[in-house]
Nanobody, 125 residues
Framework: VHLAESEGGSVQAGGSLRLSCAAS????????MGWFRQAPGKRREGVAS???????TYADSVKGRFTISLDNFKNTLYLQMNSLKPEDTAKYFC????????????????????WGQGTQVTVSS
């Protein structure tokens, strides 16, 4: 599967952005899909995931603010980000794995095989 994220953007704190990730070559709903981010000087961290079982998993830092979803018709994964904070500033990546992952492992980047190129999100205070 090939993954391509949309362009990110810059927003003020409290604002919203929606990232998209177009999947090609395979049916995204067959995969475990995830969003990850990496800020300068920090390790890449899992943000949200959506399994083929439709179970979603979120990092504690984004619960209640971010929503992951999949448009099966468009074969596109989304990350709706609301109430953005400066600490959300990072490069965001979508990822996929054909294996069925247990929900508690879906925010571990080592469990994903396919990755997009990443897109920058900047939140100013």
């Amino acid at each position: 599967v090939h993954l391509a994220e949309s362009e990110g953007g810059s927003v003020q704190a409290g604002g919203s952005l929606r990232l998209s990730c177009a999947a090609s070559g395979s049916t995204a709903s067959d995969y475990t899909m995830g969003w990850f981010r990496q800020a300068p000087g920090k390790r890449r961290e899992g943000v949200a995931s959506l399994g083929s079982d439709a179970i979603t998993t979120y990092a504690d830092s984004v619960k209640g603010r971010f929503t992951i979803s999949l448009d099966n018709f468009k074969n596109t994964l989304y990350l709706q980000m609301n109430s953005l904070k400066p600490e959300d500033t990072a490069k965001y990546f979508c990822a996929a794995n054909l294996a069925s992952l247990a929900p508690w492992t879906r925010l571990l980047d080592a469990n994903y095989r396919y990755w997009g190129q990443g897109t920058q999100v900047t939140v100013s205070s």
